[in-house]
């Protein structure tokens, strides 16, 4: 019963990060919109990083790696921001996560010397030709939508340093404490931009429901996920978080009504699938 309701909350998990995705895309001026959630983030996060900091005795190497994931944490922001700018939820969101969904394992490899498994193997070709069909790429216009594809291999990077780093830094820091890290960043990375577009009066005017509702989605999902990993193992239910990507390209089309949802549904699938047998079957260590 227990994993059924894990599976259960990491379902939820997914989907509220879906719809927060879906709240920046909304937005008027995605940059004002996402630091204005992360101001609200903050405040409620902020006790809970004071208290790691005051106990943290952090050695030169951890301090560079806190530093290497609160740039990785808010340059991903940063590029989330330009990413909804220039196309739509459902083309973008799949080809993000599944980006940094590809990107992870092939690192893990490198780094830490894992081995993929044959169904490994079978689920990165799956996340590949799932990525390179939603984004276009096999399509006669396919010059056209390379612009879309650096920048979601970008956000992938970004996905994968902090995902790779923050493997290390729950050692010696709380994963609330890590939240509010990436909060600040966000705030810091997104500042300049906010700044210049001089529209946070505006936005709140218009979206400040949202803005309320997405402060506690985007910290709430990963909490979710973790509540959910005292009931069931990681390995079994870490890859049904990505089924976000699915959650995100149906919200595209149903509530933003975009083009071309089927197809990139069944891309998402896929990609999805993909995802399923990199981390259910994935590894041979």
Sequence with gaps: MDVYLGVALVLCSALTHAIWNLFAKRSLH???FLWSLHVLASIIFMPFFIQDMIVMDASLAEL???ACTFICQGLYFLLLS?????????RMYPMMRGTGALLVPLMSMLLYGERLTVLGWLGL???VGGLFAIGGLLSSTWRAQLGAMKLTF????????YTLIDKSVVTFMSPLG????SNLAALVMLFPDMRRAKRLKEEWRHNWKTILVGAFLTPGSYLIFLFALKLA???????LREFSIVF???LGMWVLKEKQGMSRIMMSLVITCGMLLVGLFGSSI
């Design 233 to 239: 193992p990681l390995a079994q239910l870490a890859p």
């Design 125 to 127: 070709l799956c996340i």
């Design 154 to 161: 970008a956000i992938g990077l970004c996905i994968t340093g």
């Design 82 to 90: 330009k990413a909804y700018q220039y196309g739509e939820l459902s």
């Design 30 to 32: 995605k940059s004002t």
């Design 248 to 250: 995100g390209t149906v």
């Design 64 to 66: 560079g790696m806190l």
């Design 178 to 181: 890590l939240l509010q890290l």
